[in-house]
């Protein structure tokens, strides 16, 4: 059972920056498609960013095309997520979530296709 723990939200300044960091255990990493999502109050969940199994495909949301980026790190079983220039719209819960059986450079950004989700760490940005 894959188990993902995020960390690393925190409330910051509009324009100002945050690291959000994904820890995978129970499975074999290099075998995880991975995304961030994220939820505002009232919203429905939707898609972020997605890194393909090798780290050499990735895919962003129109919305935070140019600010964030994603990359992970397979010899510490973690997956990262850089947010700069952020805006009061950013604010939501964001969920790491993976999914088993991707190709080694597809990406998804489709919520459904991801088998195991964390918890989600809370990302505030005051205006």
């Known amino acids: 059972q894959v188990r993902l723990v995020e960390s690393g939200g925190g409330l910051v300044e509009a324009g100002g920056s945050l690291r959000l960091s994904c820890a995978a255990s129970?499975?074999?990493?290099?075998?995880?498609?991975m995304g961030w999502f994220r939820q505002a109050p009232g919203k429905e969940r939707e898609f972020v960013a997605a890194?393909?199994?090798?780290?050499?495909?990735?895919v962003y949301a129109d919305s935070v095309k140019g600010r964030f980026t994603i990359s992970r790190d397979s010899g510490k079983n973690t997956m990262y997520l850089q947010m700069n220039s952020l805006k009061s719209e950013d604010t939501a819960v964001y969920y790491c979530?993976?999914?088993?059986?991707?190709?080694?450079?597809?990406?998804?950004?489709?919520?459904?296709?991801?088998?195991?989700w964390g918890q989600g760490t809370q990302v505030t940005v005051s205006s």
């Open positions: 979530a993976a999914r088993k059986g991707s190709t080694v450079r597809s990406t998804s950004t489709r919520l459904v296709e991801y088998e195991y």
């Open positions: 129970g499975g074999t990493f290099i075998t995880l498609g």
């Open positions: 890194i393909s199994r090798s780290g050499s495909n990735t």
